[in-house]
């Protein structure tokens, strides 16, 4: 049964290509409560395959249990930043974090959350040669969505990034998933950027190098499936076999969230917020950052 469903997670992609697909390396592993899927396309075969551009596509389940300030918490915030750090380009310079989507709407809200939690330095290292040892520049923005400005993100950032001149942009974003295990739980970390809007199937202006000048690695989490995807997993689960499909497109434009999602959102913002100070602000310590941010 074939109906329109996307998914903005390379793994669930992958899982949905041939399994001898050309161009495409995977490799998983365990890392702590972590598990960890390090996908590489590195050739046009495993574009076409998988739909999404070459490059690293890191994937994290999370364990729903995980809470600030267990040692797994802690481990798993080291690990995301080891991975956030293998993916942005190496030496100094300013980032620029852009928090994606619509603080309005609890399923979009997960980039302006944790944007809101990054630790913004960059006119603390211009002002004072001291701070300019001790902290990494980091500007941050959240431009909205089209709805609210009239511009797409992609406008606003490049503006931003023609002022700050950072050497990389670092975007967070709400993605859409294809299995609703991953809803919440699965970390997405990739250095090609993002497609706002594409797991659903309303594309934007994508965030990459080729639309803003510099590297864009993109962070997102699943926090809405299609109900189509809902529907097909019900009636396949009552009849494998079908030997008729039925039409899903009444389905297929309408997305779901889990009835918990603002608190997963403030579970998950945390702790991208900590993997991303941490990767951004090495010479710290997650007690450190805290010190910053709340003190």
Do not use: W
């Not at 930043?81 to 380009?89: D, Q, T």
């Not at 809101?116 to 006119?123: D, G, Y």
Request: charged share 20%; net charge negative; glycine share 10%.
């Amino acid at each position: 049964m074939q109906t329109d469903i996307f998914t903005d997670l390379a793994v669930e992609a992958a899982a949905q290509a041939p399994a001898d697909a050309a161009g495409v390396q995977s490799h998983t592993a365990v890392q702590g409560a972590l598990r960890i899927t390090r996908l590489e396309i590195t050739s046009q075969a495993g574009e076409a395959a998988l739909g999404r551009p070459q490059g690293r596509y890191y994937t994290a389940e999370i364990p729903d249990a995980l809470g600030q300030g267990d040692d797994d918490y802690d481990q798993a915030a080291h690990t995301l930043a080891e991975l956030l750090a293998e993916l942005l380009p190496e030496g100094d310079g300013c980032l620029l974090v852009a928090g994606l989507g619509n603080e309005g709407v609890t399923p979009d809200a997960l980039g302006p959350e944790t944007a809101s939690r990054v630790l913004v330095t960059r006119h603390l290292t211009t002002s004072d040669a001291k701070l300019a040892e001790l902290f990494r520049a980091v500007a941050v923005v959240c431009p909205g969505v089209l709805g609210q400005t009239g511009l797409e993100s992609a406008e606003l950032l490049r503006g931003a990034a023609a002022t700050v001149r950072p050497v990389a942009i670092l975007a967070i974003d709400a993605l859409a998933a294809r299995s609703l295990a991953r809803l919440g739980n699965t970390v997405q970390l990739t250095d090609t950027g993002l497609l706002p809007g594409g797991g659903i199937g309303n594309s934007r202006q994508e965030l990459s190098f080729r639309t803003m000048g510099v590297p864009v690695v993109g962070i997102g989490v699943p926090t809405v499936i299609s109900a189509g995807t809902l529907v097909q997993d019900v009636l396949a689960d009552l009849t494998p076999n079908p030997s008729v499909s039925p039409p899903m497109g009444r389905y297929s434009s309408l997305y779901v969230a889990p009835k918990e999602i603002d608190s997963t959102n403030r579970r998950l913002a945390r702790l991208l917020a900590d993997a991303i100070n941490l990767a951004l602000q090495p010479s710290l310590s997650l007690e450190d950052l805290r010190y910053y941010l709340e003190g």
